[in-house]
C-alpha cells in the first residue's frame, strides 16, 4: 500500500511522520484489585468494586477494617476490567460510583500526565478495546487479558499536548452531544411509558371524550388465534410464498411496532400440513412462549410458531389502540404462568383475561394517535442517536490516526 508523503508505516499503521507508537505500560501504571473474602464483608464500610458494578449494579458487598490505599478507586477515576464478558464488561470504565475499593479482575489506570494527555489517552483506549478483547484469552464469551501484554499494546500518540488535547476536545465535544441524545431519549422514554399508564388506564382523558370505561374480556376485543410449524423434514413445506414469523422477528424490532418482513417462509403445502394459519395484516402478533407479550402489528399477512397468541382485532376495536393496551398487561399475562420453569399462556387464559377500554372506537384511536406520535418522537431520537455515534466513531478513525490534523 502506498504511504502518501508526511505519513509512515508503523505497528500501530500509518501515521504521521511526527507521531509514534505509544505504549501502554510507558504512559500509565495498571494496579490490579485483590479478592476480598467473604469473612472480610461487612454490612457498612467502603463498597467492594467488582465486574457487575461497572455495569451499573448498584448491589455492594462491604469491606471494614484495613486495606492498601492504592486499592481506593474515586468518582471519575478510569478503570480497566481485564476479565469479563466480550463486548459488555471487559474494557476500559470511567467509575461513576462512591468511593470505593477495588476488587480483583479490575485495573485502576492510573495515567502519567508528564508522558501523554489524560483526556488524550481515554479516548485512544477506548479505539483499542476492540484489538484488546480480540488478543485475550479465553474460548468463550468470558475472556482475559494479561497485564504483560496489556502494558506492550500500542497506540498512535501525537508529539505534543497541544495536539493530543485538541484531538480529545474535538472527541469530548462529539461525547457530549451522544450523551446528551441518550439522555433525552430516556426521558422520552419515560413520558411515554407514564403516558401508556395514564391514557390506556382512563386515569387521563382526552378532550371531547366522556363517559364510562367498560369492563372486556379479550375475546370481546379481537379473535385470539394460534400458530404452528411445518415439519422440518419436509423440504416442500419451506421456502414458500407466505411469510412465517418466529419469536426472534418480534424480538428484533427492538420495540418498533410494525413487523413488515421476516426470515423465513413456508409454502402453501407447509401451512396446511400444520396448524398455523395465515393472520390478516392489521393484527396484533404476540409472543406467548418464555418471553412473554412481545408483540408487534403485522402491516403483510403472515403466519406464527406455536410461540404466538395473534389477535385479529374486532370492527370495534383500533389495532393501533389493541397494540398499546396489549403490551400493558404483560406483568398480568406473566402471573397467569404461575410458577412454571416455562413460562405460557393459553388462549383459554387470554380469551378470559379482562381489559378496560373506552366505550367508542374515536376514543381508542384518539389515545393510539398521541402514543404513535411519541414513538415517533423516540424513532427520531434513536435516529439522531445512531447517527451521532457513527459521527463519534468516524472521527474517532480519523483523529486518533492522524488522518485529520487539527494543529
Not at 281 to 296: D, L, P
Request: with cysteine; aromatic share 8%.
Amino acid at each position: 500500500m502506498e504511504v502518501r508523503p508526511g505519513y509512515k508505516q508503523t505497528e500501530v499503521g500509518v501515521i504521521p511522520e511526527d507521531w509514534s507508537a505509544g505504549r501502554i505500560g510507558a504512559v500509565c501504571l495498571l494496579i490490579n484489585g485483590r479478592g476480598f473474602k467473604p469473612f472480610e464483608w461487612q454490612t457498612t464500610g467502603l463498597p467492594i468494586i467488582r465486574i457487575q458494578n461497572l455495569n451499573g449494579s448498584e448491589d455492594f458487598n462491604f469491606y471494614v477494617g484495613a486495606y492498601d490505599t492504592k486499592l481506593e478507586v474515586e468518582p471519575g477515576e478510569l478503570l480497566f476490567a481485564w476479565s469479563g464478558s466480550r463486548g459488555t464488561s471487559f474494557g476500559p470504565h470511567i467509575w461513576h460510583g462512591p468511593l470505593g475499593l477495588l476488587n480483583y479482575h479490575i485495573w485502576k489506570v492510573e495515567i502519567y500526565e508528564s508522558e501523554v494527555s489524560k483526556e488524550f489517552f481515554l479516548h485512544a483506549l477506548g479505539s483499542l478495546t476492540a484489538f484488546i478483547e480480540g488478543k485475550a484469552h479465553g474460548a468463550s464469551a468470558l475472556v482475559h487479558a494479561q497485564k504483560w501484554e496489556m502494558e506492550g499494546f500500542r497506540f498512535p500518540l501525537p508529539p505534543t499536548k497541544a495536539e493530543q488535547e485538541a484531538i480529545a476536545e474535538a472527541l469530548s465535544d462529539t461525547d457530549a452531544l451522544v450523551e446528551s441524545l441518550a439522555q433525552l431519549l430516556a426521558k422520552k422514554r419515560q413520558l411515554k411509558q407514564g403516558a401508556m399508564q395514564e391514557l390506556l388506564t382512563g386515569k387521563k382523558r382526552l378532550p371531547g371524550f366522556g363517559g364510562e370505561w367498560e369492563v372486556r374480556r379479550l375475546e370481546e376485543l379481537a379473535d385470539i388465534r394460534s400458530g404452528g410449524t411445518p415439519s422440518t423434514t419436509h423440504a416442500e413445506f419451506w421456502d414458500g410464498d407466505i411469510l412465517w414469523c418466529t419469536p426472534t422477528a418480534i424480538t428484533a424490532l427492538n420495540g418498533h411496532k410494525y413487523l413488515v418482513a421476516t426470515n423465513r417462509t413456508i409454502s402453501l403445502l407447509g401451512l396446511k400440513s400444520s396448524s398455523a394459519e395465515v393472520i390478516p395484516a392489521g393484527s396484533v402478533v404476540m409472543t406467548s412462549r418464555a418471553t412473554i407479550g412481545e408483540a408487534a402489528i403485522n402491516r403483510v399477512p403472515v403466519a406464527t410458531n406455536q410461540g404466538f397468541k395473534n389477535f385479529v382485532p374486532r370492527g370495534s376495536v383500533d389495532v393501533e389502540f389493541l397494540y398499546y393496551l396489549l403490551l400493558m398487561q404483560r406483568q398480568g399475562f406473566i402471573s397467569l404462568c404461575g410458577g412454571s420453569t416455562f413460562l405460557e399462556i393459553g388462549k383459554t387464559q387470554l380469551a378470559a383475561f379482562e381489559v378496560r377500554t373506552p366505550a367508542t372506537k374515536a376514543e381508542q384511536t384518539a389515545i393510539a394517535v398521541i402514543l404513535s406520535d411519541m414513538d415517533a418522537e423516540v424513532a427520531a431520537l434513536e435516529a439522531k442517536l445512531a447517527k451521532a455515534r457513527q459521527l463519534k466513531q468516524g472521527m474517532m478513525q480519523e483523529l486518533l490516526t492522524g488522518r485529520i490534523r487539527l494543529v
